[in-house]
């Protein structure tokens, strides 16, 4: 997934506004920005035949990532170690259902789970989508809808809530 | 293997939209 992830760090950011957006987003992303680098390097391997992301994606890096979050953000209280660990744990069930492979317990298992959707989500839907785009979009609806929602709460008005919502829409749109 | 020019590209979707949700966020504040 891709714009999901913006809209759960949006979401995120509503519930916990002492973490500031950029972070969230980056821990939002942050296996998939491990990914490229890892992938880039020639460490994690991205050929459909030898697919390997373990370092970066498998259930125990992920865990990891979140614990490391977490601890990083503790001296500013538990609200902001909770949305910063949050944040990149959002990155397990958004990827788990429709991953280009099942996520590995841990780095080289050679066993894991999830990818359990990907062949109904590559299946035609409604105006030339897929399934797996329609998943998508309901899950960006969501979070987006929490971000518009909560943001005043948090002393950003609606308009602004508004702009950044159909930035996040758009990628949906354009990427998705 | 990934090369660098898919990897800055990449990267450009992901920090390109954050820093404009961030900018977005820091002008409502003014």
Redo the contacts between chains.
């Keep these: 997934m891709?714009a999901a992830h913006?809209a759960a760090g949006?979401a995120i950011r509503t519930a916990e506004p002492r973490v500031?957006?950029?972070p969230l987003?980056?821990l939002a992303?942050l296996p998939?920005?491990l990914w490229?680098?890892l992938?880039?390097a020639?460490i994690e391997?991205?050929?459909p035949a030898v697919w390997f992301d373990g370092w970066s994606h498998s259930v125990a890096s992920i865990l990891v990532l979140a614990a490391l979050a977490a601890a990083s953000w503790s001296r500013r209280g538990a609200g902001p170690a909770a949305a910063a660990g949050g944040a990149v744990l959002s990155h397990l069930p958004l990827d788990l259902p429709i991953h280009p492979a099942p996520l590995e317990w841990w780095p080289h298992a050679g066993a894991g789970v999830g990818a359990f959707a990907r062949g109904w989500a590559g299946t035609a839907a409604a105006l030339g989508k897929t399934n797996g785009w329609w998943t998508e979009a309901a899950v960006v609806a969501a979070g987006l809808a929490a971000y518009v929602l909560g943001a005043r709460r948090i002393?950003?008005?609606l308009?602004?809530a508004g702009?950044?919502a159909i930035?996040?829409a758009s990628?949906q749109l354009a990427?998705g | 293997?990934?090369?660098?020019h898919?990897?800055v590209a990449?990267?450009l979707?992901?920090v390109l939209?954050?820093a404009?949700?961030?900018l977005?966020?820091a002008?409502?504040?003014r």
Excluded: C, K, N, Y
Aim: charged share 10%; proline share 4%; no cysteine.
């Design positions: 891709f913006f949006l500031g957006i950029g987003l980056a992303f998939d920005l490229l680098g992938s880039a020639g391997l991205v050929a002393g950003i008005p308009a602004s702009a950044g930035l996040v990628l990427f | 293997m990934m090369t660098w898919d990897v990449q990267l979707l992901v939209p954050a404009i949700l961030a977005i966020e002008g409502a504040r």
